[in-house]
């Protein structure tokens, strides 16, 4: 026949029990079409009384024959299909052997059903313990039908913290909790957070409801916890839960007829209601780390929101103000008369009318915009073009009257605090050292510096209009001064409620990370005993 036996055939036979002596003779027996046992002997290195074994239980598997030839016992395999007919027989006597132990087992299973219905008691011992039973409570996903008398107020509980998370994990996982519970002060106040807690609450007569422990029915199994023992036990068993349950709903469809007795109109309870479900779920939001990020990137996004609108508000508003300082130097330009300011160029012409006359007309200027802090004229100087000097200014009606030797005469022009040589008052002449880009550009027109600017008399946006004579010519530049703290004082009467609000914000995010903290500490605690 000269093939060879399978590998699969092989493994298969060898997972089937075939001993390596009998693997042996079927590979040799495969290679060569028959063969004595002497020969396979000599094959083999096996002695004939083990391969003489090992062939008798291949004959009586049928898959090997035994043949005289010359008066010679010669073993021999025909085919394969030999091997393939035992493999099939022993794969159905398999088949067989699995289904006659799966029905032993579905047999044991209705054995442990009937023994299910015997009462099984489990025991829990300490706050630890306490905590496990109300966890185990919640593997069954169904409603929790809960007795308890109202002992203590919330804030005083010892599992204050461990309710919490309890709350968490019956809320995601939807869990509704229905409580009958004594009619009491304590109650009623345990009552009113029913919307928060995920769960509903009905008092009735302590008479009707005589409790020192709590009872909670779920499922085929009655917990029971005693808070003053720390300690706690389930009992399962399916008949005695299904008849508390029926006593619970009794009691409770009764309570909850007399409460509605009042209102007619009100439904009773199908479903959960939609403001338990509401605030119930908010509250669990609020508690979850989930809720620490968004309110951490609401606080950076308002942070970032507040500053932007700053920043636009704080634009806008200088803008505003460049308008007003142009406004007011064009009106205010109109009132002065050029023949006046071209009589005033050096320091001895404060004598003349026309002096008093310019100067009084810009401090009427001034007066009547409550925002300027100064209003002057300045002129470019007849020897340097690239140089101003001052003409007049509205504070100076007596050049000298800031220079009294005793200081309480003397007046804090700049508003720093303090009174110095940046306070002194002008003359026709005196040299102006310090003016911005813009004047210059205000002899082709009404001009208002592009951004503040600050020099000794403090920090500025200015308005400039030209002073033209007959002829159009620009003898001098009138120009009017308000001060940068305007635009603050501005931003901070617009922003008032927004700071507020973002201060009220960062308060809330502050305590909540802070409470966030406390209950995570306690866990911490309880995680550690």
């Known amino acids: 026949m000269n093939a060879v036996l399978p590998s699969g055939i092989e493994s298969y036979l060898k997972e089937a029990g075939f001993s390596a002596t009998e693997m042996l003779l079927l590979r040799k027996l495969v290679e060569d079409d028959s063969l004595t046992i002497r020969e396979l002997a000599s094959k083999t290195g096996k002695s004939t009384g083990v391969l003489d074994q090992a062939m008798k239980k291949l004959m009586t598997k049928k898959i090997a024959q035994k043949n005289i030839i010359n008066d010679q016992p010669r073993y021999s395999i025909n ?26 087992f579905e047999s044991f299973i209705a054995t442990l059903k009937v023994d299910k219905k015997r009462p099984d008691i489990e025991h829990y011992h300490g706050s630890d313990g306490i905590k496990q039973a109300y966890l185990k409570l919640l593997e069954s996903g169904k ?8 002992l ?22 939807k869990i509704f909790q229905r409580i009958l519970a004594p009619d009491s002060t304590l109650a009623r106040r345990f009552q009113s957070r029913d919307p ?12 009707d409801l005589p409790l020192t422990f709590e009872k909670t029915i779920v499922g085929d199994t009655i917990a029971c916890f005693n808070f003053a023992e720390e300690s706690a036990c389930f009992l399962r068993y399916p008949d005695l839960a299904n008849a508390e349950r029926a006593q619970f709903e009794s009691l409770w469809a009764k309570q909850l007829n007399h409460d509605q007795s009042g209102n007619s109109s009100a439904p009773l309870l199908t479903q959960i209601p939609l403001q338990t479900r509401i605030l119930s779920s908010l509250r669990e939001f609020v508690l979850s780390p989930r809720s620490l990020a968004i309110f951490a990137i609401l606080a950076l996004l308002s942070a970032a929101l507040t500053l932007g609108f700053f920043e636009y508000n704080r634009e806008l508003n200088f803008q505003v103000l460049r308008e007003k300082v142009s406004t007011i130097a064009a009106t205010g330009v109109l009132q002065i008369h050029p023949e006046d300011v071209e009589k005033l160029k050096v320091e001895e012409d404060w004598h003349k ?25 300045i002129r470019k100087t007849a020897n340097d073009s690239t140089k101003f000097e001052f003409v007049a200014d509205s504070h100076s009606l007596n050049p ?10 003397n007046v804090d022009l700049n508003h720093n605090g303090a009174y110095d040589s940046e306070d002194y008052l002008q003359w026709p002449g005196q040299p102006y050292d310090t003016a911005p880009r813009e004047a210059f550009s205000a002899y082709d027109g009404i001009v208002a510096t592009t951004q503040f600017y600050e020099d000794q008399w403090g920090k500025m946006v200015t308005g400039y209009a030209p002073i033209k004579n007959a002829s159009g010519s620009t003898v001098a530049i ?24 973002l ?21 911490t605690r309880m995680s550690g005993r």
């Open 503 to 523: 201060i009220l914000f960062l308060c809330f995010v502050f305590v909540r990370l802070l409470a966030w903290g406390q209950f995570m500490t306690g866990k």
């Open 79 to 104: 085919s394969l299909d030999a091997v393939l007919r035992w493999v099939k027989d022993d794969m159905n006597h398999r088949k067989n052997t699995l289904e006659r132990r799966h029905e032993n």
């Open 353 to 377: 009318p026309e002096w008093a006359r310019v100067i009084n007309t810009m401090k009427k200027i001034r007066e009547q915009n409550s925002d300027t802090l100064f209003v002057y004229i």
């Open 143 to 150: 409603e929790l039908l809960t007795l308890t008398p109202i």
């Open 152 to 173: 203590t107020l919330t804030e005083a509980d010892p599992l204050r913290l461990f309710r919490v998370e309890y709350f968490r994990k019956r809320q995601v996982r």
């Open 196 to 207: 928060f807690e995920y769960r509903r609450t009905l008092l009735v007569p302590e008479t």
């Open 478 to 501: 009138f120009a009017v001064d308000i001060e940068a703290s305007i635009l603050d004082q501005r931003g901070r009467e617009t922003f008032v409620p927004i700071y507020s609000f």
């Open 400 to 409: 000298y009257a800031n220079v009294d030797a005793d200081p309480t005469n």
